[in-house]
């Protein structure tokens, strides 16, 4: 156990003309465990033992020597030292009193007075005094905390309804000092009026004791007349009742975080929403038109799934340069998500203006950009919009340049579309159908039909593709109606995956008469062979179904396989070491290159309906059927032909040697009770084989 140090005695200075009084008071200190650190008997005197001894504290008679009295010298030492004094006098008369108050003294006392009267007075005065010392520290370091803080600090006296608000506070507004009272409207009165509010009733909950602390982001105006967005937080004090009395905090200036990218530094949604906001105010002033453009940057996801987010976000900082270098100082250029840059272009006042912008975008755009030493190439998608009397809003010139966005995208890559009336009416229906679809999953609407594929040279059937419908009410749709809507949602995956499931679970039943297997071909989208859940999905769903995998095949495009390769090649490779087979769809209409058909483990290629419909018409045609079946062919590839539809068709892929087809010339696609009927039955094409007899069959107007 360690001994704790006595506590040092208080110093006092004794200041006394006379000296048995100015004795019998330092006996008595002496006595009562204070250290004498001297005595004086004149106003200069005092005034130069307490400089040279820093008494803790000075009893001061007010009646000294000279020609400087007590209070003269009391008022010194207070201003000069620091020190605190106690008045030990005679004179009682309301003129001393009057001239010692300005001393600011921490006692008065009438001789005679009682030694422990003394000491009482001494033991309050140094307590005071600590007290005081204290309070000033801390009022000292809350200046320089207030002065020295980023943030702007504001205190708010609920009684007096009276709020301190720190030199920070104002200056971060542009505010000078003189330029903001101490009232609550002070505050409140700049806060935009969209927010007011909600920020009154963040405070009134916080008061109200309903929350722990008080905290709200909103925008108040500047001396510029913009609004800041600021970030507010305090605390409230409250009495012994808990009522608050006192609430104070802090106020920071989050404008950049709040309106700026973090990534490319360009303005976001809200700071657009505000430019634009002005521009349509400037132009109902003096009817100048601008415009508002949309680009989507195409290639970001799959560069992301293939080359990783950090050179996806080189690409994108990238474009938002090509981008700024592309438009004026006026204009703006806002980074709203990954792939969406949107602008105002304040020269863009016509469809012809509006036009040439695009095409600068889209020149500079359709460079290659080099990220991380990779050569990456673009697609990209622009909608535009003119500001017409019909936009009030800035939301509803944003919305209509999206949806021409929307529109280009549709129509191919590279393209741009300038919004018009029309485009609003499809965009409705568009979501309309969006929102039937999501319920139409939900609620069983979809169909599976399935379509036979025949062996070309003796009209045996092989099996089926399984293709699916969608009975909306009392139409049934084809896949050409919803399906580029589902594909641009979240609900293809889930559509695939129901559809995969249920055309195994009718195939694992269906066999034809004399026991011999049927194949099944699945389509799935680019996007399912890159979901690292797609291997587990097929095993579930043939150990569910007891589907033989080697009855199995999936259908891929060519576009699937150019997109994130590396990821689609070892899906595949794990897809045929499953024992499923893999077939290229639409063989002939994407990239058709020989090295991806080399290196992907592909069994069969799939002739497009587009070529084989004009067999007999086109002589390129009959040549790049014959190429691609040849290709096949020489890398020991089957081939299927979709979309026949008439005899020559028929005769001219059976004297190309191609191994099997499907289209209308045999069947249409079949409900699942048709099928059985096709199964129970002899096949009503095989007489065609047999006898040689000819059918043809009108082109069809379904699209699988």
Not at 112 to 128: G, T
Not at 353 to 379: K, M, N, P, W
Not at 494 to 508: F, G, T
Not at 584 to 608: A, C, E, Q, V, W
Request: net charge negative.
């Amino acid at each position: 156990m360690t001994d704790t140090a006595p506590a040092k005695p208080r110093r006092i200075l004794v200041v006394e003309d006379e000296t048995i009084v100015s004795m019998d008071i330092q006996n008595s200190l002496r006595l009562l465990g204070y250290e004498v650190v001297g005595a004086a008997t004149s106003g200069p005197e005092a005034i130069g033992k307490a400089d040279r001894t820093m008494p803790d504290l000075v009893l001061m008679d007010i009646i000294l020597k000279g020609e400087m009295d007590g209070v003269e010298a009391a008022r010194t030492i207070h201003a000069r030292l620091g020190i605190p004094v106690i008045f030990l006098t005679a004179c009682a008369d309301e003129k001393t009193l009057e001239r010692a108050k300005v001393t600011e003294p921490f006692g008065y006392m009438i001789k005679p007075f009682e030694e422990r009267e003394l000491h009482s007075h001494i033991e309050i005065a140094l307590y005071r005094h600590r007290m005081e010392k204290k309070l000033r520290e801390s009022e000292e370091r809350y200046s320089l905390a207030t002065q020295g803080a980023n943030d702007g600090l504001w205190d708010w006296n609920l009684r007096s309804k009276e709020i301190y608000f720190s030199p920070r506070w104002k200056s971060m507004l542009g505010y000078r000092d003189l330029e903001i009272g101490v009232s609550p409207l002070d505050w409140f009165g700049r806060i935009h009026p969209a927010d007011r509010e909600q920020v009154e009733k963040n405070v009134a909950r916080h008061l109200q004791g309903e929350t722990g602390h008080f905290e709200s982001e909103y925008r108040i105006l500047d001396a510029k007349g913009a609004y800041r967005w600021v970030l507010c937080r305090g605390l409230a004090s409250r009495d012994g009742d808990g009522k608050a009395h006192r609430i104070a905090g802090s106020q920071t200036d989050i404008t950049d975080r709040k309106v700026y990218n973090p990534l490319t530094g360009l303005p976001n949604r809200l700071l657009f929403l505000d430019r634009v906001e002005h521009a349509l105010r400037r132009t109902r002033d003096n009817a100048r038109s601008f415009g508002i453009a949309v680009v989507e940057i195409g290639e970001v996801k799959t560069v992301a799934g293939s080359l990783g987010h950090v050179v996806a976000d080189g690409l994108i900082v990238q474009a938002a340069r090509r981008i700024q270098e592309c438009v004026s100082a006026e204009d703006t250029v806002a980074h709203f998500g990954n792939d969406d840059f949107v602008l105002l272009i304040e020269e863009a006042s016509d469809g012809k203006q509006a036009a040439l912008a695009a095409s600068r975008l889209h020149r500079e755009l359709s460079r290659a950009f080099l990220v991380d030493g990779q050569s990456i190439y673009a697609t990209t998608h622009i909608g535009i919009t003119v500001c017409t009397r019909d936009h009030l809003h800035p939301d509803e010139m944003i919305r209509d340049a999206y949806v021409a966005m929307q529109r280009a995208k549709g129509g191919g890559k590279g393209r741009f579309e300038i919004f018009d009336a029309k485009m609003r009416s499809s965009a409705v229906a568009r979501l309309k159908m969006e929102s039937d679809l999501r319920r139409a999953l939900e609620s069983g609407q979809f169909r599976v039909h399935y379509q036979p594929i025949t062996e070309l040279k003796t009209g045996r059937l092989v099996g089926f593709e399984a293709l699916v419908r969608w009975q909306r009410s009392e139409e049934m749709m084809f896949p050409k109606d919803f399906l580029a809507i589902a594909e641009s949602t979240d609900i293809l995956l889930p559509l695939e995956s129901w559809v995969l499931r249920e055309s195994c679970r009718q195939m694992a039943r269906w066999r034809l008469p004399g026991g011999e297997e049927l194949t099944i071909n699945v389509n799935l989208c680019p996007g399912h062979y890159t979901d690292p859940n797609l291997i587990r999905e097929l095993d579930d769903v043939l150990r569910a179904t007891g589907l033989n995998p080697r009855r199995l095949s999936l259908e891929i495009t060519e576009s699937a396989l150019m997109e994130n390769s590396e990821a689609v090649f070892r899906t595949l490779s794990d897809i045929k070491a499953m024992n499923i087979r893999l077939h290229m769809d639409d063989f002939g209409t994407g990239y058709s290159s020989l090295s991806y058909l080399n290196r992907f483990p592909i069994d069969s290629l799939k002739i497009d309906r587009s070529f084989v419909g004009n067999l007999g018409l086109c002589e390129e045609t009959w040549k790049i059927v014959q190429a691609i079946v040849n290709l096949g062919r020489n890398l020991d590839m089957e081939l299927i032909a979709e979309g026949i539809e008439n005899v020559m068709q028929l005769r001219m892929l059976q004297s190309l040697h191609c191994h099997f087809g499907q289209g209308y010339y045999f069947s249409k696609a079949m409900a699942p009770r048709d099928v059985d009927a096709l199964l129970a039955g002899p096949l009503p094409w095989m007489v065609l084989f047999e006898t040689g007899a000819v059918r043809a069959f009108p082109r069809a107007a379904e699209a699988g």
